[in-house]
């Protein structure tokens, strides 16, 4: 009989979690799950309540109500071994300003060394930390001399210098120039791929979402109103593809579910005259737009297309 491999317990586990300030509900009723080894990137608009849902996952805030499990613990009750496993980059950190990068890193990993496991040694060697992100040659100067970028690329060694199985990254990218984005990209990858870690991120740039997550999450309206990847919540907002060609001087689109039978037809009837021909999936923007105005609108998800010549 073949046997199925072993299902791990997912890493987060949250249901129905709430959030009041004051008067203000801003979470009402999130679940999500976060299984081992994925990367989950949490979208939403401004003030959705993505930060707030990160920091109660953290133990940083204290929640109004709901069920949260990271790593099989509580975060609101749980102590140091489990803040070892756990990576944190927050929106903005600003502290340290007359450290060195090399220094506090050094300080930091050291709190993480009792921790360490023959199959997780903690943490990561300062020196190879400081060159993965890109900051050796500015690994002696002042914290305070360093640009928003720079200090960005401190944030987040300091979420992984304690080599964590999950870390939760929030807005990582804000202020990051192309190149630096690309290299913290790849830097995602790697942890994902080589390391195993889990990760769920916040951000704003959505060509960022589609490019690392395995799994996109959208909070509007206190809720997350999607769940699945890039693909999967393109597809469930347009639930279709749009054929856009152009025949003579005619520009055409269409709305198709069923994009290779339907261009065969286009070629058998139109032959030569056809040109411009362009096939158009939903982009990540449409369908994330689509979907936080359907919920602001109090909607669920439907098809979206209407065919339309022009
Ligand atoms: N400590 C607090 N006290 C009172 N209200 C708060 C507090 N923290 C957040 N809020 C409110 O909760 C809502 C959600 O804030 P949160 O920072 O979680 O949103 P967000 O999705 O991360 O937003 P952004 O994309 O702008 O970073 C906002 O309306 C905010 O004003």
Not at 10 to 36: C, I, K
Not at 71 to 85: M, N
Not at 247 to 260: A, L, Y
Request: charged residues 25%; proline residues 6%.
């Amino acid at each position: 009989m073949p046997v199925s491999p072993p299902v791990s317990a997912p890493v987060v586990e949250v249901r129905d979690l709430r959030m009041t300030y004051g008067t203000n509900e801003v979470l009402s009723g999130v679940d999500l799950t976060v299984s081992a080894g994925e990367v989950v990137c949490l979208l939403g608009p401004n003030g959705a309540g993505k930060t707030t849902t990160i920091e109660v996952l953290e133990g940083f805030r204290v929640r109004s109500a709901g069920d949260v499990r990271v790593l099989g613990e509580d975060p609101a009750r749980a102590g140091d071994a489990w803040r070892a496993r756990v990576g944190v980059v927050l929106q903005s950190w600003r502290d340290h300003a007359r450290w060195t990068p090399r220094r506090l890193l050094t300080q930091l990993g050291g709190y993480y060394a009792p921790y360490s496991t023959p199959d997780r040694p903690r943490p990561y060697d300062v020196g190879r930390l400081l060159d993965t992100v890109g900051l050796t040659e500015h690994a002696d100067r002042k914290i305070v001399t360093l640009s928003g970028g720079q200090r960005r690329r401190l944030d987040v060694a300091v979420g992984i210098i304690g080599r964590p199985e999950l870390l939760f990254l929030d807005e990582p990218t804000a202020g990051f120039d192309p190149q630096a984005r690309r290299d913290f990209h790849e830097l995602v990858h790697r942890l994902s791929d080589l390391e195993g870690t889990s990760i769920l991120l916040t951000t704003h740039d959505l060509a960022e979402a589609e490019k690392l997550a395995d799994r996109i999450l959208i909070l509007a309206g206190g809720r997350i109103v999607a769940d699945g990847s890039a693909e999967e919540l393109g597809r469930r907002v347009a639930g279709t593809a749009e054929v856009r060609w152009a025949c003579g001087s005619e520009r055409f689109v269409h709305p198709t579910t069923d994009v290779v039978p339907f261009v065969r037809r286009l070629v058998e009837q139109h032959g030569d005259e056809l040109t411009d021909l362009e096939v158009r999936r939903a982009s990540l923007e449409d369908t994330y737009l689509a979907m936080v105005q359907r919920s602001e609108a109090g909607l669920r998800p439907g098809p979206a297309l209407e065919e339309v010549t022009r």
